[in-house]
């Protein structure tokens, strides 16, 4: 499907399958993460994996990381942004150091890596990008206001370098998963809940078809139409 790619947000939970996946399927990838032990883990199983320690917060560091990826694969068909983070969230808990972290990574740190892969893709005319958002980023919810902003950024970013690299012949997918099980979710049960392989497959699946935008599983289409339209006087009276 894809000759080479670039995981961002690799080491673990949906990033580590997404590697899995690729690999297996004969892509060179170009897995990036902060954790080197589980990136060495991903490198050991194949000879695909090609793992880069690098934290999306070093903003600075980026683009030489990038320009060095793209040497040593010698060619980029297919990025995917999957870094996250959602910590626990208080319902009258108002943290900026927790607020932060959500914006500088799941957003920030997005619109580092997508500008240099949209540089480079309008370039060479071709190629995709895949943006990770969530269900979560379709409405302002009370659980997690700046968790839902950053998710809710992040596909109007994507919306937006759809709209700008489409005449270039460059595909850019938004990608909602419901709830996953990962790392990040441990212990929670939420409805509609997924393995991690199972989200990394709805995922590429998407990206193989370039699609414009898609949920994963596909029951969230329906249930975020609904929500989606419900109005603002109702919508807060929720607990979704």
């Not at 199983?45 to 990826?69: C, E, G, M, N, T």
């Not at 150091?97 to 060479?124: C, Q, S, T, Y």
């Amino acid at each position: 499907m894809f000759r080479t790619a670039i995981v961002v947000g690799a080491s673990s939970g949906i990033g580590a399958c997404l590697v899995k996946r690729l690999a297996a399927s004969g892509t060179q990838v170009a897995a990036i993460a902060r954790r080197q032990e589980l990136l060495i883990g991903l490198s050991e199983a194949s000879d695909k994996v090609h793992p880069y320690v690098h934290d999306v917060l070093d903003y600075d560091s980026a683009p030489a990381l990038f320009d060095r990826i793209t040497k040593e694969l010698g060619e980029l068909d297919l990025v995917i942004y999957n870094a996250g983070v959602m910590p626990e969230v208080e319902e009258s808990e108002y943290d900026f150091e927790k607020d932060r972290a959500m914006i500088e990574v799941n957003l920030l740190g997005a619109v580092r890596w997508l500008d240099l892969a949209g540089a480079h893709m309008e370039a060479k005319r071709s190629g995709t990008i895949v943006g990770v958002s969530s269900v979560a980023g379709d409405r302002g919810r009370r659980g997690s206001p700046v968790y839902t902003a950053s998710k809710g950024g992040l596909t109007t970013l994507l919306e937006a370098l759809r709209n700008r690299l489409h005449r270039y012949g460059v595909q850019v997918v938004t990608v909602k998963p419901g709830p996953v099980r990962t790392p990040m979710t441990e212990g929670m049960t939420l409805p509609f809940m997924i393995d991690a392989d199972d989200a990394a497959a709805g995922i590429l699946r998407l990206a193989g078809k370039g699609s414009r935008e898609g949920y994963v599983p596909l029951i969230w289409w329906p249930i975020m139409t609904i929500i989606r339209h419900i109005p603002s006087f109702l919508f807060r009276r929720t607990n979704i």
